[in-house]
T-cell receptor, first 112, second 113 residues
Framework: DSGVTQTPKHLITATGQRVTLRCSPR?????VYWYQQSLDQGLQFLIH???????AKGNILERFSAQQFPDLHSELNLSSLELGDSALYFC???????????FGSGTRLTVV | DQQVKQNSPSLSVQEGRISILNCDYT??????FLWYKKYPAEGPTFLIS?????DKNEDGRFTVFLNKSAKHLSLHIVPSQPGDSAVYFC????????????FGTGTRLQVTL
């Protein structure tokens, strides 16, 4: 157990639907990162939150949004889902300035 | 634009031998580099890192080498063990401007008996 908890582990949904992925960071970590890994691809950076504030955005689609709550857990919302959104979504956390993130085990999203 | 490249999708090495995983980058602003290991159904796990002010960093069986002029880094595992079989991701950061990591596509290492 890495200390970063992601739920659910698996999600199957239909095109056009909306889903929410949840992440609880490791205790003491204020930074939360979201990454997407499509088939045979590297991890693509989506967004970074630090203590509730958005710090950086990657190639995140407008249909996707995220937030970090006062208790530091984070949610990634994916709407108007398309087949191409099927991927593994990883959350990672860290303390400020540390690049050796701790990753969760991911949520596997399948859009049918 | 793939700024971090791992050109070998897979590598097979015998137990006890050296495993060498390679990574190239194109962004000269990257100044911190990391290797992660990933087992199936798990998230990536941080393995070892190196700052651009160094050319080598060692941690037990794992050594990372950085050649800045060639924009190339490598991970050496000596000796390789069956438990090292996993996907290895190279990652890079520009610590001056952003906290995000840019990842390569990974190399699947299989250590055979």
């Amino acid at each position: 157990d890495s200390g970063v908890t992601q739920t659910p582990k698996h999600l199957i949904t239909a095109t056009g639907q909306r889903v929410t992925l949840r992440c609880s960071p490791r205790s003491g970590d204020l930074s939360v990162y979201w990454y997407q890994q499509s088939l045979d691809q590297g991890l693509q950076f989506l967004i970074h939150y630090y203590n509730g504030e958005e710090r950086a955005k990657g190639n995140i689609l407008e249909r996707f949004s995220a937030q970090q709550f006062p208790d530091l857990h984070s949610e990634l919302n994916l709407s108007s889902l398309e087949l191409g959104d099927s991927a593994l979504y990883f959350c990672a956390s860290s303390v400020e300035g540390v690049y050796g993130y701790t990753f969760g085990s991911g949520t596997r999203l399948t859009v049918v | 634009d793939q700024q971090v490249k791992q050109n070998s999708p897979s590598l097979s090495v015998q137990e006890g031998r050296i495993s060498i995983l390679n990574c190239d980058y194109t962004n000269s602003m990257f100044d911190y580099f990391l290797w992660y290991k990933k087992y199936p159904a798990e998230g990536p796990t941080f393995l070892i890192s190196i700052s651009s002010i160094k050319d080598k960093n060692e941690d037990g069986r794992f050594t990372v080498f950085l050649n800045k002029s060639a924009k190339h880094l490598s991970l050496h595992i000596v000796p390789s063990q069956p438990g090292d079989s996993a996907v290895y991701f190279c990652a890079a950061a520009n610590t001056g401007t952003a906290s995000k990591l840019t990842f390569g596509t990974g190399t699947r290492l299989q250590v055979t008996l």
